[in-house]
């Protein structure tokens, strides 16, 4: 079982920035690939950022420039660095850990941007 805890979500002005974390139970090291999706109300839930073991990362084509995803493996925590923020980033984020055992979800935090 793993456990994910996602934090630093809040309301923030158009052209902000926020910094997400999520804090993992286990090792991130032993984990495939660390994510970052968001869901807004009446829409599907998308990826928004991965960082693979191998260091690789990849965004989603809205957030590219403007969110960089990176990792402390010492402290098992993956963050979501997100400037330039607009009222379309609003939405709850969540982290995912994917292992072979399976993927597994946080919470998900609150990130509401407003114009």
């Known amino acids: 079982q793993v456990q994910l805890v996602e934090s630093g979500g809040g309301l923030v002005q158009a052209g902000g920035s926020l910094r997400l974390s999520c804090a993992a139970s286990?090792?991130?090291?032993?984990?495939?690939?660390m994510g970052w999706y968001r869901q807004a109300p009446g829409s599907q839930r998308e990826l928004v950022a991965v960082i693979t073991r191998g260091g690789s990362t990849n965004y989603a084509d809205s957030v590219k420039g403007r969110f960089t995803i990176s990792e402390d493996i010492a402290k098992d925590t993956v963050y979501l660095q997100m400037n330039s923020l607009k009222p379309e980033d609003t939405a709850v984020y969540y982290c995912?850990?994917?292992?072979?055992?399976?993927?597994?979800w946080g919470q998900g935090t609150q990130v509401t941007v407003s114009s």
């Open positions: 286990r090792s991130i090291v032993s984990a495939n690939s």
């Open positions: 995912k850990m994917w292992r072979v055992s399976g993927g597994y």
